[in-house]
Nanobody, 119 residues
Framework: QVQLVESGGGVVRPGGSLRLSCAAS????????VNWYRQRPGNERELVASISSGTSTSFSDSVKDRFAVSRDSVKRLVHLEMNSLKIEDTAVYYC?????????????WGQGTQVTVSS
């Protein structure tokens, strides 16, 4: 059974930084692409950043140039580094892994971690 756990959320002032981490059991994050989603109040969940099973990364326009994704291969973690945070970055952030299981793509999600940007 795959379990993902996010950590590192909190309250930060505009312009501040936070680093989120995603850990997993039942799956090796070093061998899988990992996505970071967020769900802002009153909005649908949206994809904000991804890292391939290698090191290629991609970002939504709303966070590009402010967020970064990286792997800690030793600890088998994936980090979402968030800089120059804005009030509109306030959301619950989720890590996600999609895997082929047989002929189906299966999504695994963490429980989410709250990020609040407030002055």
């Amino acid at each position: 059974q795959v379990q993902l756990v996010e950590s590192g959320g909190g309250v930060v002032r505009p312009g501040g930084s936070l680093r989120l981490s995603c850990a997993a059991s039942g799956i090796d994050l070093n061998s899988n692409a990992v996505n970071w989603y967020r769900q802002r109040p009153g909005n649908e969940r949206e994809l904000v950043a991804s890292i391939s099973s290698g090191t290629s990364t991609s970002f939504s326009d709303s966070v590009k140039d402010r967020f970064a994704v990286s792997r800690d291969s030793v600890k088998r973690l994936v980090h979402l580094e968030m800089n120059s945070l804005k009030i509109e970055d306030t959301a619950v952030y989720y890590c996600n892994v999609q895997r082929w299981v047989g002929a189906q793509i299966v999504d695994s999600w963490g429980q989410g971690t709250q990020v609040t940007v407030s002055s």
